[in-house]
């Protein structure tokens, strides 16, 4: 089976204090160290493991700069066999819609049976798989949180409201949006990523993959960010300061104090 799956650079939240510049334009970028989307590590995972049960290959995907190229290469040391960088100013300012197309554009270029998107990356829209999977005209499956193959068709887990698991079976090639919770994904050592450091990766621009620039980038978006900003506090709230490990403590005090916990 040959699986493509869609993956993302983007802040690490675990490793960044998050702020916002002063004139609202977009987040403090400056130093901020980066990592792969935690929804799409699990869908990874799940392709690698997907691959090792019936064969095939797994190619990993990232529309973004030169820098996006190490989470090729991370993914690749964690077991995909391959990794493509779609990288060029137009792309830049894409909306969700402007990223489906491109990622349709890399879909054209294979042959794959399935491909994988986390179920959401850091701006939380979730757009993304479900745009691509109708401009394919493939089926598609949001929020999966287990996947059976088989011949010419999935058998296929989806997380719906109260904790309930969904099932169905859906043919292929289709595309499926991953849960986080799926599987358990595997940890990348530093031997890992020394031997894929000197693999050549392959880089599109728009006019390798047939994609006009004014089709994407923020002329063609039609979901605009026009403002970040720190929600104000309303009454009664509190916010807490200080490390993590000092918010969770002065969190359990609090939540003891007004009968939370006991």
């Keep these: 089976m040959e699986i493509l799956v869609c993956v993302k650079r983007v802040p690490d939240t675990a490793e960044n204090e998050i702020a916002i ?6 987040i403090q970028r400056d130093d901020l160290v980066y990592s792969v989307n935690e929804w799409d590590n699990y869908a990874v995972e799940e392709a690698i493991q997907i691959r090792d049960k019936v064969g095939g290959s797994v190619t990993v995907v990232t529309v973004g700069d030169s820098e996006a190229e190490e989470v090729l290469r991370r993914q690749m040391a964690m077991g995909a066999d391959n990794g493509i960088l779609l990288a060029d100013d137009a792309f830049e300012g894409s909306d969700g819609r402007g990223i489906a197309a491109i990622l349709k554009a890399v879909v054209a270029k294979g042959k794959y049976d399935l491909v994988l998107t986390g179920a959401q990356a850091d701006d939380g829209a979730a757009q993304v798989g479900g745009m691509l999977a109708a401009m394919l005209d493939w089926p598609y499956a949001s929020l999966v949180n287990k ?15 109260g904790g309930n698991q969904e ?26 990523i020394r031997k894929v450091a000197s693999i050549e990766i392959p880089t599109y621009a728009a006019a390798d993959l047939g994609v006009a ?10 979901v605009k960010r026009v403002d970040y900003f720190t929600p104000e506090m309303g009454a009664g709230a509190e916010i807490l300061e200080g490390s993590m490990e000092e918010k969770i403590d002065k969190l359990i005090e609090l939540l003891k104090a007004k009968g939370g916990l006991k």
């Design 21 to 26: 510049k002063s004139d609202g334009t977009d």
């Design 147 to 161: 996947i059976d193959t088989g011949d010419k068709s999935l058998k296929i887990g989806r997380e719906i409201e």
């Design 167 to 192: 099932m169905n079976e859906i043919d292929l090639p289709c595309v499926l949006s991953i849960q986080t919770g799926i599987n358990e994904p595997r940890y990348v050592g530093i031997r890992g």
């Design 213 to 222: 620039a004014d089709a994407v980038g923020p002329a063609a978006a039609r």
